[in-house]
Nanobody, 124 residues
Framework: QVQLVESGGGLVQTGGSLRLSCAASGRTFSSYGMGWFRQAPGKEREFVAHITWSGGTTYYADSVKGRFTISRDNARNTVYLQMNSLKPEDTAVYYC?????????????????WGQGTQVTVSS
């Protein structure tokens, strides 16, 4: 069992930055692939970024590529999402998720654990 708790959300102006954190419980954190997703009001949840168990490979949605960076610290059981050059369309609840598939990019259905989410609001 893995429990995930996100933090770091808030209100920021267009062009600003935020860093989200996701703290995980459990001693097997380092074996999980970790992802970030987001859901805006009235829209479906969408993939944002993913990092493999070792941190050696990362994946990004086209909409955030070059602006967001996913990273992890297995010693701290934490995954991060650094978000720069934020836009109003980045406004959403951001969720982290853990997948038993430590390598490659799993489909959303193969994420086994989800956090409660943290709100990010970008004002224009």
């Amino acid at each position: 069992q893995v429990q995930l708790v996100e933090s770091g959300g808030g209100l920021v102006q267009t062009g600003g930055s935020l860093r989200l954190s996701c703290a995980a419980s459990g001693r097997t954190f380092s074996s999980y692939g970790m992802g970030w997703f987001r859901q805006a009001p009235g829209k479906e949840r969408e993939f944002v970024a993913h990092i493999t168990w070792s941190g050696g490979t990362t994946y990004y949605a086209d909409s955030v590529k070059g602006r967001f960076t996913i990273s992890r610290d297995n010693a701290r059981n934490t995954v991060y999402l650094q978000m720069n050059s934020l836009k109003p369309e980045d406004t959403a609840v951001y969720y982290c998720a853990a997948s038993n598939r430590g390598v490659g990019l799993p489909p959303p259905s193969l994420y086994d654990y989800w956090g409660q989410g943290t709100q990010v609001t970008v004002s224009s």
